[in-house]
């Protein structure tokens, strides 16, 4: 069974910085793209950013220049370190992943961690 846990969330102060983990376990063949999407309380969730295995990244617009992601593809985890917080960033932060598991062929599904509360205070 494939999971993915989170680690890093807490509660820090404007212009501040936290790191957030994922790792992927279970028996995976690959993993292809990876991102973390948050969502603030009575809004939709958004995508932050997302990497891909070749490195490619893409970032949302206002945490462009502050917020980095990367990945370990030995390890099947990816990391966003997130710099100049503001409250405005106060969020669940979720990691998602495309992962190809071997069944009678490849096969990619989409799998998403628990969610790690990011608390920004002014």
């Known amino acids: 069974q494939v999971q993915l846990v989170e680690s890093g969330g807490g509660l820090v102060q404007a212009g501040g910085s936290l790191r957030l983990s994922c790792a992927a376990s279970?028996?995976?063949?690959?993993?292809?793209?990876m991102g973390w999407y948050r969502q603030a309380p009575g809004k939709q969730r958004e995508l932050v950013a997302s990497i891909i295995s070749g490195g490619s990244t893409n970032y949302a617009d206002p945490v462009k220049g502050r917020f980095t992601i990367s990945r370990d593809n030995a390890k099947n985890t990816v990391y966003l370190q997130m710099n100049s917080l503001k409250p405005e960033d106060t969020a669940v932060y979720y990691c998602?992943?495309?992962?190809?598991?071997?069944?009678?062929?490849?096969?990619?599904?989409?799998?998403w961690g628990q969610g790690t509360q990011v608390t920004v205070s002014s």
């Open positions: 998602n992943a495309r992962i190809v598991l071997i069944r009678t062929t490849l096969v990619e599904y989409d799998y």
């Open positions: 279970g028996t995976i063949f690959s993993v292809n793209a």
